[in-house]
């Protein structure tokens, strides 16, 4: 075998190696891809049952519970304030 033909072999091997490490890599990278979805979907999916859950919490409270802080609090105030009528 003459020295060209050789180098050319070396250079051949070499490059089909080199591709099958990409190949490799790329199939990595997309199964990488498909978990990190996977687990996006699933982190996604449990905040909003979380926010269901809350909003249910929410809804089943009294109609005064139901609304901003700063408006109960006056109100309870404003009500707690007004002397009672003997």
């Given at each position: 075998m003459s020295e060209h033909s050789c180098?050319?072999?070396?250079?051949?091997?070499?490059?089909?190696?080199?591709?099958?490490?990409v190949t490799v890599l790329e199939s990595e990278m997309e199964d990488t891809r498909?978990?990190?979805v996977a687990q996006k979907k699933a982190f996604?999916?449990?905040q909003?049952?979380?926010?269901?859950?809350?909003n249910s919490q929410?809804?089943?409270?009294s109609?005064?519970?139901q609304l901003p802080a700063e408006?109960?609090?006056r109100s309870r105030?404003?009500?707690?304030?007004?002397p009672c009528a003997q």
């Open positions: 180098h050319h072999s070396e250079n051949e091997t070499a490059r089909n190696a080199l591709l099958q490490q498909a978990q990190i996604l999916l449990e909003e049952q979380q926010r269901r859950r809350l929410l809804n089943s409270l109609p005064i519970d408006i109960k609090l105030l404003k009500y707690s304030t007004v």
